[in-house]
């Protein structure tokens, strides 16, 4: 088995695929209303509109990222107008993570590790 992608419904794929496209760095050659995919070293972020949706944000998932620098990228957000939920903190098992929600309310995580 392998692990297919982490798909996210919204009912805004261009405004959701746009945030994710600028938060992570990335491009994307998929610009279609209903459907779009963002692949980053072999893992993808889907961004799909089934027209079932709810326009409400979900509060029992986390997406996380690993960055190399949670602080550049807290400060790097931060100037990008980004809602913060959580500056950087140091977690007890050593990471370090910050919080913040995409553009449909969504909470994202950046995390890096001790080296």
């Not at 326009?55 to 602080?71: G, H, L, P, Q, R």
């Not at 107008?81 to 993570?97: D, F, H, L, S």
Request: hydrophobic share 35%; proline share 3%; glycine share 6%.
């Amino acid at each position: 088995m392998e692990f297919g992608e982490l798909c996210l419904l919204t009912t805004n794929v261009p405004r959701l695929a746009d945030f994710y496209k600028k938060v992570l760095r990335t491009s994307s050659d998929c610009d279609s209303e209903i459907h779009q995919a963002i692949t980053i070293k072999g893992v993808t972020l889907a961004i799909y509109n089934n027209g079932h949706v709810k326009n409400s944000k979900n509060e029992n998932m986390v997406v996380a990222f690993t960055v190399d620098d949670v602080d550049q990228a807290y400060e790097r957000l931060s100037q990008l107008g980004v809602k913060i939920i959580e500056k950087p903190t140091t977690r007890p098992w050593g990471a370090r993570n910050m919080y913040f929600e995409d553009t449909d309310g969504n909470q994202v995580v950046f995390r890096s590790f001790p080296n």
